[in-house]
């Protein structure tokens, strides 16, 4: 199981910290995710990171305001600065294997968290 946990409300220009904790130990195979789903719209990948390798990966939407990082065996952390009310989306964090950017790759997903980002 995955939860994911941090979301809230804030204001543009803010940050927040996400947190996805595993109910087992992740792996260096493991591919962890985060994913967004703003209403209406399809959910869209946001970063990943090779678990082993430590090797991070973002959409463009995102580079440079948030990182993606391990906290311990068992958490992964999406740090988000610079918010924007685009950023605005249900968060979800996510374990998988093969194509990091393809939500259908991954196999097992968290509750979600939401954030809100207003102008």
């Known amino acids: 199981q995955l939860q994911a946990s941090g979301g809230g409300l804030v204001q543009a220009g803010g940050s927040l910290k996400l947190s996805c904790t595993t109910s087992?130990?992740?792996?260096?195979?493991?591919?962890m995710g985060w994913f967004r789903q703003a209403p209406g719209k399809e959910r869209e990948f946001v970063a990943a990171?090779?678990?082993?390798?430590?090797?991070t990966y973002y959409s463009d939407s995102v580079k440079g305001r948030f990182t993606i990082s391990r906290d311990n065996v068992n958490t992964v952390v999406l740090q988000m600065n610079s918010l924007k009310p685009e950023d605005t989306a249900v968060y979800y964090c996510?374990?998988?294997?093969?194509?990091?950017?393809?939500?259908?790759?991954?196999?097992?997903w968290g509750q979600g968290t939401l954030v809100t980002v207003s102008s």
């Open positions: 996510a374990l998988g294997f093969s194509d990091l950017y393809d939500r259908r790759q991954y196999n097992y």
């Open positions: 087992g130990r992740i792996f260096s195979s493991h591919i």
């Open positions: 990171i090779r678990w082993g390798a430590r090797r």
